[in-house]
């Protein structure tokens, strides 16, 4: 914030940092719902910090059969839509990469998600 005083003088203060919202304390996925799904379902997840996330779907072999960069995001709660009409029925893995952006460390969470056509 800047401060101008009637003579035409300045300053300028701290800065500071303010933070809306709920903040959640750990770093946690929810199970997706609905699960059993067809086609599409949910994820839900928190970050207690900023982080870039990219989440990644596998199938029941371990093959990537989905990717989506969020890009940063601020700590918070967030959610995931997945349409999976192209996908077999199965057994399926969502992960959610967190990477701080402050520290550079990788968070791995994960949920198990089945589709039944």
Known sequence: MKQIDYNGEFEYS???????????????IQQNYPNP????????????EENKVVIKVFNAMGEQ???????VLSHGYFEQDFEMSNES??????????TNTI???????????????
């Open 14 to 28: 701290n800065e500071v940092e303010v933070i809306y919202g709920e903040i959640p304390e750990n770093y946690a």
């Open 37 to 48: 799904f067809n086609p599409s379902t949910k994820v839900t997840f928190s970050l207690p």
């Open 65 to 71: 059969v989905k990717e989506i960069d969020r890009g």
């Open 89 to 98: 029925s199965g057994m399926y893995f969502c992960q959610v990469l967190c």
């Open 103 to 117: 520290s550079g460390r990788t968070k791995s969470l994960s949920v198990k998600m089945v589709l039944m056509k």
